[in-house]
């Protein structure tokens, strides 16, 4: 009767025992599975809001896309900057007198072309045409400039180089995060904006003319 | 043969170790329980929590996925910016002439009239200069301009040279 009396809580006590062990492992291991899965969809929320707030930032900036491809397209630009550099030279009083396009130099990231230009003209003009030439579309560097002596007074050769590239072709999922664009990023855009686009007459066709009398007759 | 006969009631009588420890045992278990029971609650009710927390994120992400998804157009024109900038930054960080036309420039504005340059090369790491002038205290008062102002690293004559048709001549190595 006694060892009854003692056996039923000896009893409960030890089943607690276990099954809070067992019960609270398994609580603590669900809790600490939860609680990292809802960090994990948490930091993915945060990054998507991130994506989307620069998404939407980028939306309100206008059209940057189509000037930044402008200023390093797909194709080679060498006929646009030929096109700017007999524009400003004739600006400045500059006579472009030669000018030969190197084959293209292919690359991961970016190709490049250089086109030479031999000048001539008064040296102070020259130069200021050459610091317009670097702020007209496409994007540009000026690789050389050098001054010799000619027949018909000073010629001056200079090596501009210009750059294009493949367009990125895939976009990824929705979901994927986006990086953001850095202050540098953001003045290079800029600059790359400001820069004088090529001006291209579009010329309006003209209907053929009826010719009445064909053979003259 | 001997038998303990005990006549006293048994609720009357004093409670043996044995009943003591029994109602020991009895309260340790029923707390044991009321707080197996109220932890097994509360671990419970805080995974219903973080189970609907983690659905109400799931949901937003949702949501803000469907958004990202009607500025697909918008994305790819960031894309595309993003990329460019990628590409040229390396180039633009690359030495060019252009960085020193207005140093050259400057240079050219300041020769006095019987000073002139006669060659000269311009890249993105330094400047050959020849300059060609009557006098000779011309030339020394263009190579103290150059190298007090601060604004070249080196200044390295390479050559100097009198000819009595055009006077003297000068090279110069300049690095901005």
Not at chain 2, 66 to 85: F, G, H, M
């Amino acid at each position: 009767m006694n060892q009854r009396k003692l056996l039923v809580p000896i009893v409960t006590i030890v089943v607690i025992i276990i099954l809070g062990f067992s019960g609270g492992n398994f609580l603590i291991q669900k809790i600490g599975q939860l609680r990292s899965d809802l960090e994990a969809a948490r930091q993915e929320e945060s990054k998507l809001k991130e994506k989307l707030t620069i998404l939407t930032d980028f939306q309100s900036a206008g059209s940057v896309a189509e000037v930044v491809a402008a200023s390093i397209p797909a194709d080679n630009p060498a006929v646009d900057a030929i096109s700017q550099v007999r524009l400003k030279s004739g600006n400045f009083g500059v006579a472009s007198l030669g000018i030969s396009v190197s084959k293209p130099v292919t690359d991961a990231a970016l190709s490049h072309t250089d086109i030479s230009y031999e000048l001539q003209g008064d040296l102070l003009s020259t130069i200021s045409f050459i610091e317009e030439i670097v702020k007209t579309s496409p994007f540009n560097k000026i690789k050389k400039f050098s001054l010799g002596s000619a027949s018909g007074g000073a010629a001056y050769s200079l090596n501009q180089r210009i750059y294009f590239g493949a367009l990125p072709l895939s976009l990824g999922r929705a979901s994927d995060p986006l990086a953001a664009m850095s202050d540098d990023d953001i003045k290079i855009v800029t600059d790359l904006g400001n820069l004088e686009k090529p001006v291209f007459t579009a010329l309006t066709p003209q209907p053929s003319r009826t010719n009445d009398n064909p053979f003259g007759i | 043969m001997k038998t303990n006969i005990n006549l006293i009631p048994a609720e009357l009588g004093q409670a043996g170790p044995v009943v003591r420890i029994s109602n020991l045992l009895n309260s340790a278990a029923l707390f044991m329980t009321v707080i197996f029971i109220a932890l097994g609650v509360v671990g419970g009710a805080y995974l219903l929590i973080l189970g609907g927390q983690i659905s109400a994120s799931n949901q937003a992400k949702e949501s803000t996925v469907s958004e990202i998804e009607r500025l697909k157009e918008v994305e790819a024109q960031y894309v595309l910016v993003k990329d460019r900038v990628d590409k040229i930054k390396p180039i633009i960080a690359e030495p060019g002439a252009e960085k020193y036309m207005g140093l050259f420039k400057s240079i050219v504005s300041s020769l006095p009239d019987s000073t002139a340059i006669s060659e000269a090369e311009v890249d993105g790491t330094l400047m050959k200069l020849t300059f060609q002038a009557s006098k000779s205290s011309d030339l020394v008062n263009l190579f103290s301009s150059l190298s007090q102002g601060g604004v070249f690293k080196r200044v390295y004559l390479k050559n100097f040279s009198f000819n009595k048709s055009i006077g003297y001549v000068a090279s110069l190595e300049v690095t901005p």
